[in-house]
């Protein structure tokens, strides 16, 4: 079993930033991918960032290049997502997960077998 806690969201104004954190414990060498998926409420949950293989492959959505980064702190087991230039579209409910294949599709939700609680994003424009 793998446990994820999130931390880091809050409120902010457009064009600020934010950093979310994901601590991860437990059977955390299962894991292959460690990601950030967001939701909003009447909608599909959509990957945002991975990263993969410890680190030395990340992956983002086209809506979120250039302006967030994923990084992962393996000594310390958490995975940070710094986001910058936020737009009022980010708000959303943020999830870290873990996956423990390597296979398919770094932004497939029903391939992470191990969720966090999440932690609210609100960007006010």
């Known amino acids: 079993q793998v446990q994820l806690v999130e931390s880091g969201g809050g409120s902010v104004q457009a064009g600020g930033s934010l950093r979310l954190s994901c601590a991860a414990s437990?059977?955390?060498?299962?894991?292959?991918?460690m990601g950030w998926f967001r939701q909003v409420a009447g909608k599909e949950r959509e990957g945002v960032a991975a990263s993969c293989s410890g680190g030395s492959s990340t992956y983002y959505a086209d809506s979120v290049k250039g302006r967030f980064t994923i990084s992962k702190d393996n000594a310390k087991n958490t995975l940070f997502l710094q986001m910058n230039s936020l737009k009022p579209e980010d708000t959303a409910m943020y999830y870290c997960a873990a996956k423990v294949t390597s296979a398919g599709r770094w932004s497939w939700d029903a391939l992470y077998r191990y969720w966090g609680q999440g932690t609210q994003v609100t960007v006010s424009s």
């Open positions: 437990g059977y955390t060498y299962s894991m292959n991918c």
